[in-house]
């Protein structure tokens, strides 16, 4: 910059530059978006002339610094002036343009809720917790010990047969059954022992009542003295207060090869009190868990001594137990998460 008079020129050509671009300007966001190509530190006309200070001569500088910012004042001004003009005119556009009409009707909030396999499994949860239950969440790979060889199933059993397995290799699987956290809990703590154990569990199996991945509760009592009678004085006090007053159970002798005895609990129907409907099929009764007294081998294998303790162990299926409760047919309802099923289902 040779002299002050020649910077003079140059302010002049910028400011007319500006004012002649502004005048051609129609709203806020064009506005805006030319200020900052003025302002740009690196390529901006006013960003420029800041840069080039350095190269002024020192007597100069005090001046040329003075009319510069003289000249960014200026230029703040303009763009500030315009940017508020469009900007009111903007507004009033839109409050004519947007009508609030406050005689519609509300939009619909949709709520979300429960699903009915949480709900029966936390309304399962409610009624052991009450009775004292812990609860143990075991983990859906187990090993193959766990899962069967512990539970009194070793290789080759032909109780094996009735689970169709997912193995991930020889020794690891998709637990078949939640009975295996009865293992680890009898291994980590002694009795007395009182835990209930839901959780997913995973079969080879698919049919309008059977899921290859499906939910069960484990309960497992191990104390002295622990009977079968215990067990069923349980299961009525369940059963009453999952399927309502005046329910009981009935016990039909069953095989599992880690309870002995082992049973089948029945309940009486809910829906004909016993006169026989199309729920029970006409027998008055319904079949809704296995259960047994704790084989004595299995507590041994857990360093439990049965002859000082013994224990009554159960299994509810909980997609089962939604099914009856909600009077839904097939299971694959409780997974497809169809809104239209899932919205009848409310506590
Ligand atoms: N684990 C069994 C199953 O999946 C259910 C079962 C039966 C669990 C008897 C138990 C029991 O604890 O005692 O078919």
Redesign the pocket.
Same mark, same amino acid.
């Given at each position: 910059m040779a002299d002050l008079n020649e910077l003079s020129e140059k302010l002049s050509s910028i400011k007319a530059e500006i004012k002649a671009e502004l005048e051609k300007k129609e709203t806020s966001k064009s506005v805006f978006e030319y200020r900052k190509t003025i302002f740009d530190s690196k390529t901006g006309k006013i960003g420029s002339l800041m840069r080039e200070m350095g190269k002024i001569p020192n007597e100069m500088k005090a001046e040329y610094g003075k009319r510069v910012n003289e000249m960014k004042a200026w230029a703040q001004d303009m763009f500030e002036e315009m940017d508020e003009k469009f900007r009111k005119e903007e507004m009033k556009h839109r409050y004519e343009s947007e009508k609030l009409d406050v005689t519609m009707p509300a939009r619909e909030i949709k709520i979300g809720y429960l699903h009915p396999n949480t709900l029966i499994r936390n309304r399962i949860v409610d009624i052991f917790g009450s009775m004292g239950f812990e609860i143990y969440e075991g983990t859906e790979i187990e090993t193959d010990y766990y899962n069967f060889t512990a !539970?009194n199933t070793p290789d080759d059993h032909p109780a094996r047969d009735? *689970?169709d397995t997912f193995y991930l290799s020889d020794k690891f699987l998709l637990r078949? *059954?939640?009975?295996a956290g *009865?293992i680890h809990v009898m291994e980590a703590k002694k009795p007395p022992i009182k835990i209930i154990s839901p959780g997913k %569990?995973f079969r080879s199996d698919d049919d309008a009542t059977h899921s290859p991945m499906f939910s *069960?509760m484990?309960? !497992?009592v191990v104390d002295k003295g622990i009977t079968l009678c215990d067990l069923k004085g349980m299961l009525d006090e369940f059963v009453r207060r999952i399927f309502g007053e005046g329910t009981s159970t009935r016990l039909r002798p069953?095989y =599992?090869p =880690?309870?002995e005895p082992? %049973?089948e609990v029945d309940v009486s129907c809910f829906q004909c009190h016993g006169k026989g409907c199309k729920l029970c099929k006409g027998t008055g009764w319904i079949e809704v !868990?296995?259960? #047994?007294v %704790?084989n004595k081998k299995v507590l041994e294998g857990c360093g439990i001594d049965p002859d000082v303790y013994s224990g =009554?162990? =159960? #299994?509810?299926?909980i997609e089962r137990i939604a099914m009856l409760k909600y009077g839904i047919n097939n299971i694959k309802l409780l997974f497809e998460s169809d809104l239209r099923v899932l919205e009848q289902i409310r506590e």
């Open positions: !539970l009735m *689970q078949t *059954q939640t009975s *009865q %569990v *069960q484990e309960g !497992l069953s =599992f =880690f309870t082992s %049973v !868990l296995g259960a #047994g %704790v =009554f162990a =159960f #299994g509810i299926g």
